[in-house]
């Protein structure tokens, strides 16, 4: 069965601070990767990896994967309050079929 | 359309009776799953289509759950004879291939009295 971790639980920052979210994975014949962020109802795409050590970066948010450890990072630079939100990390196998969510980091930014 | 849409988007049922979500997935997008979130829980996957393919049901946790696609577009899921465990999110995305990212709809939120 596909398992999929997050780390921490939660964070609380100040505004301008860098965090790092973790996401570890179990997952047999892997596909991809998926981060989503999460503010009321619907997860809002960010990302999707396929392959080790290639970081994807949009603006200030960036995330890299490492296939070998089965771990990526969603890094966030200079916070903002609207970055307050879960943020998502979901692992697709080549079943093609559901995504399998972790539990979600949520994440609060202070001004 | 734009994006996913879903209706309603509240929905609150006394316990026993029968609910129908909907679904109106992106133009052209081929995959359509359903999700439910419980509160502060992730996502639980409960079913999948994929074209004209029969749909894969394995998320589905009990028999009083099912879905329908039609025409290959719009989707419903059917709750009948609501608990109030039934009680979450349930939330519908496509993707255009099935192998890509997933778009999510804004969801509906279920409250069963």
């Known amino acids: 069965e596909d398992k999929v971790v997050q780390s921490p639980l939660s964070l609380v920052v100040h505004e301008g601070d860098t965090v790092t979210l973790n996401c570890s994975y179990e997952v047999t014949n892997f596909r991809s990767l998926l981060w989503y962020k999460q503010e009321k109802k619907a997860p809002t795409f960010l990302f999707m990896l396929t392959s080790s050590g290639i970081e994807k970066k949009s603006g200030r948010l960036s995330s890299i994967l490492d296939k070998k450890e089965l771990f990526s990072i969603l890094n966030i630079t200079a916070t903002q309050t609207g970055d307050s939100a879960v943020y998502l990390c979901?692992?697709?196998?080549?079943?093609?079929?559901?995504?399998?969510f972790g539990g979600g980091t949520r994440l609060m930014v202070k001004p | 359309g734009a994006g996913v849409s879903q209706s309603p988007s509240n929905k609150v049922t006394e316990k026993g009776k029968d609910v129908e979500l909907r679904c109106d997935p992106i133009s052209g997008h081929t995959a359509l799953y359903w999700y439910r979130q419980s509160l502060g829980q992730g996502l639980e996957f409960l079913i999948y289509?994929?074209?004209?393919?029969?749909?894969?049901k394995s998320g589905l946790p009990s028999d009083r759950f099912s879905a329908e696609r039609t025409g290959g577009s719009v989707s419903t899921l059917t709750i009948q004879r609501t608990q109030q465990e039934d009680s979450a999110v349930y939330l519908c995305?496509?993707?255009?291939?099935?192998?890509?990212?997933?778009?999510f709809g804004p969801g509906t939120r279920l409250t069963v009295l």
């Open positions: 289509f994929q074209g004209n393919s029969a749909p894969d």
């Open positions: 979901a692992v697709h196998n080549n079943a093609g079929n559901m995504l399998t």
């Open positions: 995305a496509s993707s255009l291939t099935g192998l890509d990212e997933q778009f």
